[in-house]
């Protein structure tokens, strides 16, 4: 079998027949670990980038540099983008764009990790006349949280959902298998799950505060439109006020299983 080859298995089967479907799954791959990558270097390219489809309702795409499983500030950022975009209508982000203005139904961030990048990427849809608007805001939104961070009851609301919903990341044979297989990934002994939540709790607002500005520097943000900017009145630059701490809600929302937020 294939060297360097990683499999994630549950369910109800005994070793023998397992090896059998290995086997007989990978067994013709070459016995040697391909090389791997190298570190990514490239940070995108900061700005707007229009791919022009006639389309009624563009899709906006929009990202920025991450962080490595194993910087410091990732477990913080973790948490800071559950409160920024991962933590569905609780988040900052779905509060300005559809509640306060009505520019969408749906708008989320994640922050991903790889072996060799981390990156943090968002998805929003609206109508043609509002994408410039749109972008807009999602850029004094980061920016007021860059400079102010979360409130108290922010950080509890996420703590409490992050922490809280681990459970649910194993709750079948797929589930399980998937959790194994990305702390194979990301290079995570078993033991992660006993101190998983404990690292959750131990995030400050500081610590917050410090991730998020490395991560949402709008003027890093790599903006890709499929649609066009589309026909709108021009719009003053948004100004986002620190808003009151959010309504308790919880949805699913999806985000990086090995820190086991519920999938859509």
């Known amino acids: 079998m294939s060297a360097g080859l990683k499999v994630a298995v549950s369910g109800d089967v005994d070793p023998a027949t397992l090896n059998r479907l290995l086997a007989s799954a990978f067994g013709g791959l070459p016995n040697k670990p391909p090389a791997p990558p190298p570190m990514a270097t490239h940070v995108g390219q900061p700005g707007v980038q229009v791919v022009a489809m006639d389309v009624p309702q563009p899709t906006v795409i929009f990202g920025m540099p991450g962080f490595l499983r194993t910087d410091r500030d990732f477990i913080p950022g973790y948490v800071?983008?559950?409160?920024?975009?991962?933590?569905?209508?609780?988040?900052?982000?779905?509060?300005?764009?559809?509640?306060?203005?009505?520019?969408?139904?749906?708008?989320?961030?994640?922050?991903?990790?790889?072996?060799?990048?981390?990156?943090?990427?968002?998805?929003?849809?609206?109508?043609?006349?509002?994408?410039?608007?749109?972008?807009?805001?999602?850029?004094?939104?980061?920016?007021?949280?860059?400079?102010?961070?979360?409130?108290?009851?922010?950080?509890?609301?996420?703590?409490?959902?992050?922490?809280?919903?681990?459970?649910?990341?194993?709750?079948?044979?797929?589930?399980?298998?998937?959790?194994?297989?990305?702390?194979?990934?990301?290079?995570?002994?078993?033991?992660?799950?006993?101190?998983?939540?404990?690292?959750?709790?131990?995030?400050?607002?500081?610590?917050?505060?410090?991730?998020?500005?490395?991560?949402?520097?709008?003027?890093?943000?790599?903006?890709?439109v499929a649609g066009s900017l589309g026909e709108a009145a021009p719009v003053s630059k948004a100004n986002v006020p620190r808003r009151p701490a959010p309504k308790a809600s919880a949805p699913a929302m999806a985000g990086s299983p090995v820190h086991g937020q519920p999938k859509k």
């Not at 991903?112 to 998805?123: K, L, S, T």
């Not at 297989?181 to 995570?188: A, I, W, Y």
Request: proline share 3%; net charge positive; no cysteine.
């Open 80 to 224: 800071a983008n559950y409160i920024v975009g991962g933590g569905g209508f609780s988040s900052r982000l779905t509060d300005q764009v559809r509640e306060q203005r009505g520019l969408t139904y749906d708008i989320s961030t994640s922050l991903n990790d790889y072996r060799r990048a981390g990156v943090v990427i968002g998805e929003v849809a609206t109508k043609r006349g509002s994408v410039r608007q749109t972008i807009d805001v999602i850029r004094a939104t980061l920016r007021d949280f860059v400079a102010n961070g979360p409130t108290d009851k922010e950080l509890a609301d996420a703590k409490t959902y992050l922490t809280g919903s681990f459970p649910l990341a194993f709750s079948s044979n797929v589930d399980i298998a998937a959790q194994l297989s990305t702390f194979q990934r990301s290079g995570l002994p078993v033991s992660y799950l006993k101190k998983r939540n404990d690292l959750m709790n131990a995030v400050t607002i500081d610590d917050v505060k410090r991730a998020a500005q490395r991560l949402f520097n709008p003027d890093s943000m790599t903006v890709v």
